[in-house]
């Protein structure tokens, strides 16, 4: 007979997982305590953008495999039981907020049936796993838990949870290691690499990757500064390194940096917790990685200036893109967002465009001025920024749009348009990390 699943938390992660569970032929019920949430999801709709998702969500609602519900007892037939719940930054310090997972717990403890296995998969602070396994051998001794981190994409989400490029599993046992290697049969099958590893081990994973991805991303954009200095070209500088096989092309695209809802929060939950367990020297270099990241976002404002003035007062700044990246509504710590609020801190007129994140961004920031249509956007305005590499910026024929604005200037927030293209219509180009 087939496991059932349960997915405790039906956020981006658990919707997710859910529906590509389900989509292997699992029963699975998926629990969240927000009513209005799991009301849309049991109606085969989406909280928020994912490609894909929605189609294969009430594709999997149709077969009757998979539900949702705010009842906690709905789960107590379930083998194992997913936790997919978020792990904010604190409010008043820089580790993260275990609330929401220490509430998931308690509150399946009493619905766990003998062999059940609680599975991990929010990104928490290392010792977490082995302080809710104490938890759980009091509250329900005939439970098992387990580890098994998420490395999902936004954009990708899909793709990363049925063709992932490993599965990492943290357990104290061969049954939990077992169970879950025949929930996971079908990508094990096709070849996905399996790590078995210790409860700390699996914690350390997650936020190991980001931290590493995101020294990466400050790293270019520390060349770019230096490139701006010594007058050289930060694209060409990538593209070289880039070959090296030891270093790879991949997150070295050069610009306002990252955002989003995990690699800031998860170096910055890494750090408070190394600092914790007294290895805080290890992870001294994070905090010039934080700090290079969130200079990138000064930095293009500083060109702005440079362009327009100190005054910002008499001009309009059209901004491409509010999402932290493309293919999301996701505008957590979104550098786009933030530069453009700041822009309008200082007096200039700005106005956002982006083609799935203007209602997110609104319910943020409800003054900023919103057009659903590009061509509105850009209109009258005195300067344009890409901010957000979706593919219908990189696409705009500039010489199409150039009777519309005021100025034809263009600051490439994320190196990603051609630059020969905007400056034979006669656009003037800047971009961070170039000097010509």
Request: overall charge negative; aromatic content about 6%.
């Amino acid at each position: 007979m087939k496991l059932k699943l349960s997915v405790i938390g039906c956020g981006y992660l658990g919707a997710t997982h859910a529906a590509c569970m389900s989509s292997l032929g699992f029963t699975v019920v998926g629990v969240d305590t927000d009513a209005n949430k799991v009301a849309m999801l049991a109606n085969g709709e989406l909280p928020f953008y994912e490609p894909e998702l929605d189609a294969l969500l009430a594709q999997e609602i149709k077969t009757g495999r998979l539900s949702f519900t705010t009842d906690f007892s709905a789960v107590q037939d379930a083998d194992v039981h997913f936790i997919c719940v978020g792990t904010p930054q604190s409010s008043n310090s820089l580790a993260a907020d275990l609330t929401y997972v220490n509430s998931a717990v308690t509150q399946l403890a009493p619905y766990l049936k003998a062999g059940a296995i609680v599975v991990g998969k929010s990104t928490v602070p290392v010792g977490t796993a082995d302080a809710l396994r104490e938890q759980l051998s009091l509250s329900a001794p005939q439970a098992d838990l387990a580890w098994n981190p998420e490395f999902l994409r936004e954009g990708f989400a899909i793709e990363d949870t049925l063709r992932p490029n490993r599965l990492v599993v943290g357990v104290t046992n061969d049954r939990a290691e077992s169970v879950l290697k025949e929930v996971y049969e079908p990508l094990l099958s096709a070849g996905v690499p399996w790590i078995r590893a210790d409860l700390p081990t699996a914690e350390l994973v997650k936020v190991a990757a980001n931290s590493f991805l995101a020294t990466k991303i400050s790293f270019i954009n520390a060349m770019a500064e230096v490139c701006e200095a010594a007058g050289g070209d930060v694209t060409v500088l990538a593209q070289a390194i880039g070959y090296d096989p030891r270093i790879g092309n991949k997150f070295l695209q050069a610009g306002i940096g990252f955002g989003g809802g995990c690699l800031p929060k998860d170096i910055r939950a890494f750090m408070a917790r190394a600092e914790e367990l007294g290895a805080m020297q290890a992870l001294e270099f994070l905090r010039e990685v934080d700090a290079i990241n969130l200079r990138a976002r000064q930095r293009v404002i500083d060109v702005v200036r440079e362009e327009l003035g100190e005054d910002l007062t008499k001009f309009r700044i059209a901004i491409l893109g509010t999402t932290f990246k493309p293919d999301s509504d996701d505008v957590r710590d979104s550098p786009a967002l933030d530069i453009a609020v700041q822009l309008r801190a200082a007096g200039a007129s700005v106005v956002v465009h982006d083609p799935k994140g203007i209602e997110p961004a609104r319910k943020r920031f409800p003054n900023l001025e919103y057009a659903q249509d590009l061509t509105v956007s850009i209109k009258d305005s005195n300067l344009l920024m890409h901010l957000t590499e979706w593919k219908e910026y990189r696409a705009i024929d500039p010489s199409s749009i150039s009777h519309l604005v005021k100025d034809k200037i263009i600051i490439d927030g994320r190196n990603l348009l051609d630059r020969q293209l905007w400056r034979a219509a006669g656009w003037k180009f800047r971009a961070l990390g170039r000097t010509d």
